[in-house]
């Protein structure tokens, strides 16, 4: 049995800004390469071409002979990768539209059993769902014409539910538009890594195709990783420079000694409190109201000096280097805390939805600035790498339930207190207690995150 993998981004960087030139050629790609991504969207992104996208090859052989790569001058090596860059994002809209669709069957109340089962049946056959959508005579594969036959007895009124699917399409599938020219895709076969000697310094970094024949432009890199995949180059028009990301297969650490189930709370203040009381990032708030002071006090600023074109370059630099620094922080913290607690499984509550501005303008800076998509996407990536399953359990009322008796306490602050059995515990605590319980007793939300074979 082969070993379990992910795929993590890993990036690279310019060392210095690239001439106004070489940023313009570069440009050009991304300008056309975004050009035929928004041809692709508008010419297949309707229900009429469903059949044609997977897998693909048919929108491929259309585009080649639509003429469009020789009226912009773009190489193959851009071109083909812009059609299937594009082809793929229509096809997660596609798996969004199913999964909406499919959620809506199971929840309305007159359909009968066998109504869902032929909804659901035909939702998930690709020429089925195409000639319904289409309103043509149904196709179904060979191999399930029987089944297919079977469960359209059962069904009193077809062409209803027929046109419920069509009706459900309208309502979940837009249109899907781009104008967003800042970066594309290269094939192996348009860079190569190398040094270039100038004069007495020779620099290290990467040369890609133009398009222009046989021309290529040098980006000095801060490494000297050299990578043999698909990229993806990200323009930064401002400052002239580029940030190149690569995806990266990882084969999934398994540790032996990491047996324990570990409830965990998630806060603004501090990071992460376990069951036991251990907590992670404690002075991750800290940090944030740092980034929050700096960003009202220059909003502050910007406003009161608008009128005299004050730039906003030190702003963002500043900015930018203050969300490093909480990124490291949160890192360095997760590192530490999967050491520590060499967990099987965490359970912790869905985090909370973004609340509405208040009157309060600290607290409304306080929660834009709280990196929970990173601290989320980075705690999601790095139990993925060490074979760690994440459960996520209802959160309802996960802060007022004691978790001794199971009544309902109070809090203050920080401290908790069950108006029934009189435990005291912290607030934190007491809510990663409930999670651990709550995940045991299966009182648990439908969205896990295990690490699978080859995902």
């Not at 692709?40 to 469009?68: A, C, D, F, W």
């Not at 249109?175 to 040094?195: L, P, V």
């Not at 409190?273 to 002075?283: F, K, Q, S």
């Not at 890192?331 to 939805?353: D, H």
Request: glycine share 6%.
């Amino acid at each position: 049995m082969e070993p379990a993998t992910i795929v993590k981004t890993i990036h690279q960087y310019s060392k210095t800004s690239l001439p106004d030139e070489d940023m313009q050629k570069l440009q050009e790609i991304a300008d056309d390469y975004n050009a035929v991504k928004e041809y692709v969207y508008q010419r297949y992104g309707g229900i009429h071409s469903l059949s044609k996208i997977y897998p693909g090859y048919t929108v491929q052989n259309e585009m080649t002979q639509s003429g469009r790569r020789t009226e912009l001058g773009l190489p193959s090596v851009y071109f083909y990768l812009a059609v299937f860059d594009a082809l793929g994002d229509i096809k997660t809209q596609w798996t969004r539209v199913r999964s909406e669709i499919l959620r809506r069957i199971m929840k309305n109340k007159e359909f009968t059993q066998e109504d869902r089962h032929y909804l659901r049946f035909v939702t998930k056959i690709n020429t089925c769902f195409s000639s319904i959508l289409c309103g043509k005579n149904v196709e179904i594969p060979k191999e399930m014409e029987s089944k297919y036959e079977q469960l359209l007895a059962e069904i009193s009124d077809v062409e209803k539910l027929h046109r419920y699917l069509r009706r459900q399409v309208r309502k979940n599938l837009h249109k899907m538009h781009t104008d967003k020219a800042d970066g594309f895709f290269i094939a192996e076969r348009a860079y190569r890594y190398g040094q270039q000697d100038e004069g007495n310094n020779a620099s290290y970094g990467i040369f890609v195709a133009t398009k222009e024949k046989r021309q290529r432009i040098f980006i000095p890199l801060t490494d000297t990783n050299q990578y043999k995949k698909q990229l993806y180059i990200k323009l930064n028009a401002e400052n002239n420079t580029v940030e190149i990301a690569i995806p990266k297969v990882l084969e999934v650490q398994c540790h032996d000694e990491y047996v324990k189930e570990v409830g965990l709370s998630i806060g603004i203040w501090q990071m992460f409190t376990t069951h036991e009381g251990h907590v992670y990032g404690e002075h991750l708030g800290e940090l944030h109201m740092e980034l929050a002071d700096f960003i009202r006090e220059s909003n502050k600023t910007y406003r009161r000096e608008k009128q005299n074109n004050p730039g906003r370059k030190k702003y963002q630099n500043k900015k930018a280097r203050l969300e490093a620094r909480i990124h490291d922080y949160i890192n360095q913290e997760l590192n530490r805390m999967l050491e520590t607690e060499q967990p099987k499984v965490f359970y912790l509550p869905k985090l909370p939805k973004s609340m509405p501005a208040g009157v309060n303008k600290n607290i409304n800076y306080s929660l834009n600035v709280w990196q929970r998509g990173y601290i989320r996407k980075r705690f999601t990536q790095k139990c993925r790498e060490n074979n760690i399953e994440i459960v996520e359990v209802i959160g309802k009322d996960i802060s007022r339930e004691c978790s001794r008796c199971g009544a309902q306490g109070t809090y203050v602050k920080d401290d908790f207190t069950c108006s029934q059995c009189g435990y005291e515990i912290d607030k934190k605590q007491n809510a990663a207690a409930n999670a651990l319980h709550r995940g045991k007793t299966g009182r648990r939300l439908n969205k896990t995150y295990p690490v699978s074979d080859n995902s």
